[in-house]
């Protein structure tokens, strides 16, 4: 069974630039996760989505930061402009849906961002 | 609130050496818990999870963790560390209820000496 994939595997930009991170999910995992980890830091949730639909984005700064998943299979992750506290790991993660009990989350690789 | 709390940011051992890294949590119902390891430059490797049952659990790399609920702690173990352990771990709390939320310590970093 292949893992979550995420390209790129890094970036480097120069501040109040743009960039696009890729995330596909686990076959089947409706519920699909980006994170923000913070060098020295734990994986920090930026946004979830469960099909196509968010579920939270109560951490995602949302004057910079966007996603979508228009087809609840793959996502988009973008930052737009960049500052230099977003240099971090961006991890994406799938699951299958949400419910009474926790599902296992699976992780990508993570995107390493370097904002210059 | 939910948390996750790891002491310790570093920890040295030599290879060969035991170790036990630290974690305690706070959530108001039943955890599920969760170790992971991740090498540079790597993503977040899945160690061993506790859901339900038996306290002791094993995991992946000779790793095994004691779910202690008096405690609030869930401690990751290994009886004999290799040089290749070397890497940052985390612990995590999953909040279930619909929402399916993880919510990571900081991590704890382990260097290993020859």
């Known amino acids: 069974e292949a893992g979550v994939a995420q390209s790129p595997r890094y970036k480097i930009i120069e501040k109040r630039q743009s960039v696009a991170f890729w995330c596909n999910p686990i076959s089947g995992h409706a519920t699909l996760y980006w994170y923000q980890q913070i060098l020295g830091q734990g994986p920090k949730l930026l946004i979830q989505?469960?099909?196509?639909?968010?579920?939270?984005d109560s951490q995602l700064p949302k004057d910079r930061f966007s996603a979508e998943r228009l087809k609840g299979v793959d996502s988009t992750l973008k930052i737009q402009p960049a500052k230099l506290e977003d240099s971090a790991v961006y991890l994406c993660?799938?699951?299958?849906?949400?419910?009474?009990?926790?599902?296992?989350?699976?992780f990508g690789p993570g995107t390493r961002l370097t904002v210059l | 609130a939910q948390s996750v709390t790891q002491p310790d940011i570093h920890i040295t051992v030599s290879e060969g050496a035991s170790l036990e890294l630290r974690c305690n949590y706070s959530y108001g119902a039943t955890p599920y818990l969760f170790w992971y390891v991740q090498s540079p430059g790597q993503g977040l490797q899945l160690l061993l999870k506790y859901f339900s049952g038996d306290t002791l659990v094993q995991g992946i790399k000779g790793f095994e963790a004691e779910f202690k609920r008096s405690q609030s702690s869930f401690n990751l173990r290994k009886p004999s560390v290799h040089w290749s352990d070397a890497a940052e771990y985390f612990c995590a709390v999953g909040l279930s209820g619909g929402y399916n939320k993880l919510i990571f310590g900081a991590g704890t970093r382990l260097a290993v000496h020859p």
């Open positions: 989505f469960q099909n196509n639909g968010v579920v939270d």
């Open positions: 993660a799938s699951s299958y849906p949400s419910g009474r009990a926790y599902n296992e989350q699976f």
